[in-house]
């Protein structure tokens, strides 16, 4: 059953889903792989289910995955995104740059999408962003999650 989403919600979910669908044809263009296909049946269920929170967090994922792609696969999907939907990546990965960059301002992490968000960063050995103070502050803030974690008991 669709959960109800409000007119917003559901112009926000479609916009995703569509964003998806025109990412996963690209990436099975580039390299082919079932993968895709499946992945393209979890958006459509998703989108039927009206599942709005799976379709943001998806849309993490598949932003790290354009980031963390070779420069010439960057820019093609970039290009293809902007002519099909009207989509500038670089307000995209600007907004990124800027929630991680709050996050290390902060110096604490909170939830288990921050520790994500900081853990895909510093394993990203080719094209990482941080400076080596961003990552000694990262790596501080991971070993202060993780100790967190092992004392609180799971949920």
């Not at 998703?46 to 599942?51: H, I, N, T």
């Not at 080719?126 to 004392?151: H, K, Q």
């Amino acid at each position: 059953m669709a959960r109800r989403l409000t007119p917003e919600q559901r112009n926000e979910l479609d916009a995703l889903c569509e964003k998806h669908r025109v990412m996963l044809r690209f990436f099975n263009e580039v390299e082919p792989s079932p993968t895709w296909s499946q992945f393209l049946e979890a958006v459509e269920q998703l989108a039927e289910a009206g599942d709005l929170r799976s379709a943001r967090d998806l849309d993490q994922e598949f932003t790290e995955m354009h980031r963390l792609a070779s420069r010439a696969t960057q820019e093609r999907l970039s290009a293809l995104l902007l002519d099909q939907l009207g989509i500038d990546t670089r307000e995209i990965f600007a907004k990124e740059r800027a929630r991680l960059s709050a996050l290390l301002k902060r110096g604490r992490i909170r939830t288990r999408a921050e520790y994500d968000r900081i853990m895909d960063r510093l394993n990203d050995v080719e094209a990482s962003s941080l400076t080596d103070v961003e990552r000694e502050i990262a790596n501080r803030m991971i070993v202060g999650y993780e100790e967190r974690s092992i004392r609180r008991p799971a949920r």
